[in-house]
């Protein structure tokens, strides 16, 4: 890892409100647009959500569905299965391919590529109309296949329309050592102030249909950060990540050592 240029909070500049009020916001689950974006998913111009069948818990899709159909915004839900990417990533060793993360096992990895097909054709008529495109990063923030296999899918939209596409700079020891190998290049990070009570109010949708997926003792930032991807390949902006606490760090504690090494390589 090369070393970049210490940013903070205090030094970043916000983003401008006519990039996101003109933009696209995709994400893979329901409750990734207020866990990941709760700055820009008020805002953005289309909220398109991806999946809502995880394909084995009928509860959940029905749950996830009445979210919807009470939803305080506008969005487009594609109602998508689930691959079931979860716990079958090889974190110790990951590898990029063009579909996202490689998986343990060839059947996962054949589901992976016939939904990224799937969602690359379906975002092309979606994404028609944006001017640039959040979504997540491709080490799936804490750790999570499905989230870097949505980044791939858009990437490929994105650079096909020339659309600028911009991710949370989000991470966990889980994704680490992901985040650790380079696949695209980073801009400047750039911040911008979470809609709380948005946030808060679509919250209680989830808890309330037993859907809400993360932490429930979880507080919202106060600001998200995003860099824009750009062509080639490149550092992280280390010392702009947000860390959090992945559901799967106690299965890696070794990649503790990995976090200081990037953060010393960043110094």
Same mark, same amino acid.
């Given at each position: 890892m090369t070393s #970049? !240029?210490?940013?903070?909070?205090?030094?970043? *500049?916000?983003?401008?409100?006519?990039?996101?009020? +003109?933009?696209?916001?995709?994400?893979?689950?329901?409750?990734?647009e207020v866990l990941w974006f709760g700055s820009v998913a008020a805002r953005v111009q289309s909220l398109i959500v991806c999946f809502e069948d995880p394909g084995n818990a009928p509860h959940v899709t029905r749950g996830r569905r009445r979210v919807s159909d009470a939803f305080p915004r506008p969005a487009r839900w594609l109602r998508l299965k689930?691959?079931?990417?979860?716990?079958? #990533? !090889?974190?110790?060793?990951?590898?990029?391919? *063009?579909?996202?993360?490689?998986?343990?096992?060839? +059947?996962?990895?054949?589901r992976v590529a016939e939904t990224f097909a799937q969602l690359v054709e379906i975002l092309e008529r979606e994404l028609a109309g944006a001017s640039a495109v959040f979504t997540h990063n491709p080490w799936g923030e804490y750790g999570h296949a499905d989230h870097a296999l949505v980044h791939a899918a858009v990437r490929t939209v994105a650079r096909a329309r020339e659309l600028p596409l911009l991710c949370p700079l989000v991470a966990s020891l889980t994704s680490v050592r992901a985040l650790r190998r380079p696949l695209v290049a980073w801009g400047s990070p750039m911040r911008a102030d979470v809609d709380i009570v948005f946030c808060e109010r679509v919250r209680s949708l989830y808890v309330t249909h037993k859907v809400w997926t993360w932490d429930e003792q979880w507080k919202f930032w106060a600001h998200d950060v995003f860099a824009p991807v750009q062509a080639g390949s490149g550092s992280v902006p280390v010392s702009a990540i947000q860390w959090v606490r992945g559901f799967l760090d106690r299965d890696y504690p070794e990649h503790v050592e990995d976090r200081a090494m990037l953060e010393a390589s960043s110094a």
């Open positions: #970049t !240029p210490s940013t903070t909070l205090a030094t970043m *500049p916000s983003i401008p409100d006519s990039l996101v009020e +003109r933009a696209a916001l995709v994400v893979a689950h329901p409750d990734d689930e691959p079931r990417t979860w716990r079958r #990533t !090889p974190w110790n060793d990951p590898t990029y391919t *063009p579909h996202g993360l490689k998986a343990i096992d060839p +059947r996962t990895d054949r």
